[in-house]
């Protein structure tokens, strides 16, 4: 578990630095950055070699770990651990594409481990919230920004599906004290107030909106999050 879970991470580490890099550029109106491979691109014959996200054996990956993470508690010590990453590889495969055959999969594994106690504790220790937090707030290129109105009804609902989805994953992470903390702790409140009054490097969906608004509630009566926030 833990091999698999180190070549997964490689894989959607690179994804998200790329989707990242895209994102600078459209804010920049400039081209892209000639130092951030394509997706398809996966450098051979190195250590820190990668498989695509889009590679149908990153989805067999993906695939597998569901498998595992099925029989409750066979793979929580690794998923958890401080030095397995796990925490950081679950929250970032909700960056994956929505059209990926990986990533119905990735969210079912998301789903089954963020209800835990043990992976909140985890997720607030290791200090990997603000990778949720970026799906969270990153606006939605179908319908916000330059690229808004070229894209199908179909893509747009899917977009949304996934965004309603990663709040899920917030508000079940955030019944947890250790994640209200985080949250109250660092500028990850700050974040969702971001979210609540239309920052405008945010996304503007009332969706988001109301999912910030819900999250700060929680945060405002929490008697040990409440004080910090």
């Known amino acids: 578990a833990t091999s698999l879970i180190r070549f997964m991470k490689r894989g959607i580490d690179h994804h998200v630095a790329t989707k990242n890099q895209l994102f600078r550029d459209d804010d920049d109106d400039g081209g892209p950055d000639d130092d951030v491979l394509d997706d398809a ?120 599906q996934s965004h309603r989805r990663g709040w899920a994953v917030l508000e079940s992470l955030a019944s947890s004290t250790a994640i209200a903390l985080s949250l109250g702790n660092t500028c990850g409140w700050l974040e969702l107030l971001g979210i609540l009054v239309g920052y405008h490097k945010f996304t503007k969906r009332l969706l988001a909106r109301q999912g910030a608004a819900k999250t700060l509630s929680r945060l405002l009566w929490d008697p040990q999050a409440g004080p910090q926030v």
């Open 41 to 160: 691109e996966a450098p051979a014959g190195r250590r820190d070699a990668f498989l695509p996200v889009t590679d149908e054996r990153f989805a067999l990956a993906v695939r597998a770990l569901h498998v595992l993470v099925q029989i409750d508690g066979l793979v929580d010590d690794v998923l958890c651990s401080d030095t397995d990453d796990g925490p950081a590889l679950l929250l970032s495969l909700l960056e994956l594409p929505h059209n990926n055959d990986a990533y119905e999969t990735a969210f079912e594994v998301i789903r089954l481990v963020s209800p835990k106690q043990r992976f909140a504790n985890a997720v607030a220790r290791q200090g990997e919230l603000w990778r949720l937090l970026q799906v969270l707030e990153r606006p939605d290129p179908t319908t916000e920004g330059a690229g808004a109105g070229r894209f199908d009804v179909g893509t747009t609902q899917s977009n949304e």
